[in-house]
Nanobody, 124 residues
Framework: QVQLVESGGGLVQAGGSLRLSCVAS????????MGWFRQAPGREREFVAA????????YYADSVKGRFTISRDNAKNTVYLQMNSLRPEDTAVYYC?????????????????WGQGTQVTVSS
């Protein structure tokens, strides 16, 4: 059974930073791309960032490019999302997801497993 457990969310002031973590279990972590998505109240879920199985390929939404960094540690079965220069519009529930394949993608239909999410709230 595949499980993804996110942590690291919280309340932060605009301009601050947070680091999200997602620990995966139940499948060979290093074989699959990982992604982060978010969903704000009243809005559809949107892509944030993705990383290939090896970590050499990364892909970001334009709205977070230059502020967020996705990384992974295959020895620890963990993917991270470092979020800097946070803005109130970054407020959302953040979900990590494990892809069905090894390449990084923004398409949510390419992800086979999802975590329960962690809340990020950025105050102005």
């Amino acid at each position: 059974q595949v499980q993804l457990v996110e942590s690291g969310g919280g309340l932060v002031q605009a301009g601050g930073s947070l680091r999200l973590s997602c620990v995966a279990s139940g499948r060979t972590f290093s074989n699959y791309a990982m992604g982060w998505f978010r969903q704000a109240p009243g809005r559809e879920r949107e892509f944030v960032a993705a990383i290939s199985y090896s970590g050499r390929g990364t892909y970001y939404a334009d709205s977070v490019k230059g502020r967020f960094t996705i990384s992974r540690d295959n020895a620890k079965n963990t993917v991270y999302l470092q979020m800097n220069s946070l803005r109130p519009e970054d407020t959302a529930v953040y979900y990590c997801a494990s892809a069905a394949k090894g390449f990084a993608t923004a398409q949510d239909t390419e992800y086979a497993y999802w975590g329960q999410g962690t809340q990020v709230t950025v105050s102005s």
